[in-house]
């Protein structure tokens, strides 16, 4: 497997002595990049939206995260390459309740715009499958969950993929994608009461006209929208108008963004938005999936891309195509964003010190019992314990959402790495269980755990190692049985090690060793990669962790995790092209 080191950083560009002793010093504490790797924000970050605020001068990018819980990300970066994820804008039950009442595995928080005006945050977001609700959340502190406010919420259904605009005025408008068409209303942003809603444009006839922006520039309200599914045929398009409600006149070159019809290792290019750096070049992000032509092999679902843009006075915007390696007008290198979250690709290492919290990035599936989840509990230090809930990861048919499942994940964030945990567990009853996830959805994940399958009269322990598929995704083959391998005899009693490593493009081992020797791991099982794309979780990315269950019996033994570990060892950017993981 080829493995380059790309060399990122290209020496300053100083034509003048004048310049070099101007900018010597600055210049060599921060290296100008010219050269950049897709996906920006790697790993499930489908619908992005971003922003550069002067003030502050710094990027701010979301995300979608449907039923994950802290959710709504706010990544920021003082350099478009590295993203530190700085606040939940979801971050209390208590915002959006309702998010508890939704059924289907890819509801939930969807495709939010973040705009800035007025020295304030703002972000409208859709809660899809479920009460058909929308939501105004604002914020004067992007960097601390608190201060994100309890939502103003605007009533709406059908309704998704709300974008924010302030016309010259200081009207705020909302625009929607709704019945296929898009539409739009004027907004009060203190009271959520919504004016009567306008048809704007339906699109050059690709299906699912979604994800509108509207810019206003030169005198022109500038539409920009995604058409054609977020699937193989996603494209971006525009249309101008010289009125905010029309008549459009469709950009000539429309599409204006895609890999539609092209065998690009970077499929389903859309649902863009633009937004100017601090040299007032324009970008735009977009979603990609890293799936190549075939659109089979693709785990991480739809990750954030970056392209540079020109759009010239009274011009059309011209955006670059997006590819694994892009050069562009990189601002500084520049790490020092505040907050204390983690960066995108930063490796876990985390211990759970006593008084330390559970880290930013780490999500649930919908809001957890907090008391579930504890951190370095009396007696256990240097512990996560998770007490279990009755029902597995899978649950019951009808998934009921309110009774929430033991289970506490970080996205898979790159091509090739590897997650493990090491697990204190000393199971009483039959069938409680502990282990190690690789999750797209309820319906759709591999687990290997650590479970008591001995029956209540068996004089014989038999604790066992157990490799479990559910779902299939994009699989297609004879079905795959649980494997079930007893725990060693001389690890009973001891922490075990659970591992989830993609050790190439196309599959995972799981693997489990003594944690006291965790060089003689075993491989229990691989599985596919296919296994964890499309399916139930088209529009989800997988992501792995920990749970803890008594799959429906009368346990109550809890699990004690220790030495979360997560590392990045490579990102495919082309067909067989893998770069380096490296946190720089
Ligand atoms: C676009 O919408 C208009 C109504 O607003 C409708 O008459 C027209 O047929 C639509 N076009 C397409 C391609 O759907
Ligand atoms: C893409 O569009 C083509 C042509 O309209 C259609 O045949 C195909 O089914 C579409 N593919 C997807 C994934 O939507
Ligand atoms: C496992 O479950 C059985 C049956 O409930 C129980 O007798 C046994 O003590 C449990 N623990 C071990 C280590 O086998
Ligand atoms: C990836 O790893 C699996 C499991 O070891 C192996 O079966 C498969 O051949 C590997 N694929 C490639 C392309 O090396
Ligand atoms: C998961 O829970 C369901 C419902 O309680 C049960 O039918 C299923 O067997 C469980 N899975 C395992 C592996 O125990
Ligand atoms: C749980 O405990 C109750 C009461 O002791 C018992 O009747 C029931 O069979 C147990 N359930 C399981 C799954 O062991």
Redesign the pocket.
């Known amino acids: 497997m080829l493995d380059q080191i790309f060399s990122m950083y290209a020496f300053c560009k100083v034509s003048t002595i004048a310049l070099v002793l101007a900018a010597a010093l600055p210049c060599a504490a921060h290296p100008q990049n010219t050269h950049y790797t897709n996906p920006i924000i790697p790993g499930w970050h489908s619908d992005p939206s971003c922003i550069y605020v002067r003030k502050e001068s710094t990027y701010f990018c979301t995300t979608s995260t449907f039923l994950l819980y802290p959710g709504i990300p706010i990544y920021a970066s003082k350099d478009l390459v590295s993203w530190k994820l700085v606040s939940n804008v979801l971050n209390r039950p208590s915002q959006v309740p309702e998010l508890n009442n939704v059924a289907w595995q890819q509801g939930g928080m969807y495709a939010a715009t973040l705009r800035y005006r007025e020295d304030k945050f703002h972000l409208v977001v859709a809660d899809l499958g479920g009460v058909g609700s929308n939501y105004l959340f604002t914020s004067s502190d992007p960097y601390n969950d608190k201060a994100w406010n309890d939502p103003v919420k605007f009533a709406l259904d059908p309704g998704s993929d709300a974008d924010l605009f302030w016309d010259d005025d200081g009207t705020a408008y909302i625009t929607v994608a709704r019945n296929g068409l898009i539409n739009q209303f004027a907004f009060d942003m203190e009271t959520g009461a919504m004016g009567p809603l306008s048809e704007l444009w339906n699109g050059t006839g690709g299906v699912y006209p979604e994800g509108p922006h509207m810019y206003k520039k030169d005198g022109y309200y500038y539409l920009m929208i995604a058409e054609g599914g977020t699937e193989q045929n996603h494209t971006e398009t525009i249309a101008r108008s010289r009125n905010r409600l029309g008549p459009w006149e469709a950009y000539p070159r429309n599409p204006l963004l895609t890999n539609r019809d092209t065998d690009q290792y970077f499929q389903t290019v859309g649902h863009a938005d633009l937004f100017q750096d601090e040299d007032y070049n324009w970008w735009a992000v977009a979603l990609s999936t890293r799936s190549g032509k075939e659109w089979l092999n693709y785990p991480m679902g739809r990750e954030t891309v970056l392209v540079p843009a020109t759009w010239g006075k009274g011009e059309w915007p011209v955006l670059q195509p997006v590819r694994g390696t892009m050069q562009g007008p990189l601002p500084r290198v520049n790490k020092n964003v505040a907050g204390d979250g983690a960066f995108v690709n930063e490796p876990d290492k985390f211990n759970f010190r006593p008084g330390s919290s559970i880290p930013k990035h780490l999500s649930f599936w919908r809001f957890p019992n907090t008391y579930s989840y504890t951190v370095s509990p009396r007696g256990h230090p240097n512990t996560l314990r998770l007490t279990p809930s009755s029902m597995n990861i899978t649950g019951t048919a009808d998934i009921q959402p309110s009774d929430p499942i033991t289970l506490i994940m970080r996205r898979q964030t790159d091509t090739l790495f590897t997650y493990g945990v090491d697990f204190s567990f000393d199971p009483k009853?039959?069938n409680e269980e502990t282990g190690v996830t690789l999750f797209l959805t309820q319906l759709q994940h591999i687990d290997l755990g650590i479970v008591n399958l001995s029956s209540p009269n068996s004089k014989e322990s038999s604790i066992s190692l157990r490799f479990r598929v559910e779902g299939v995704g994009n699989y297609v083959g004879p079905a795959i049985e649980p494997t079930t391998v007893p725990v060693p005899k001389a690890w009973h009693g001891k922490s075990i090690r659970l591992e989830i490593k993609a050790v190439n493009t196309t599959h995972y081992s799981f693997s489990a060793a003594l944690s006291a020797k965790p060089s003689q791991s075993q491989i229990i099982a691989y599985a596919k990669a296919l296994l964890v794309s499309g399916g139930t979780g088209i529009f989800t990315g997988a992501l792995v962790g920990a749970y803890a269950t008594s799959n429906?019996?009368?346990g109550t033994t809890n699990s004690y995790l220790s030495n979360w570990r997560y590392e990045g060892q490579g990102q495919e950017i082309d067909y067989d092209t893998i770069v380096s993981s490296n946190f720089f």
């Open positions: 009853l039959e429906g019996g009368n």
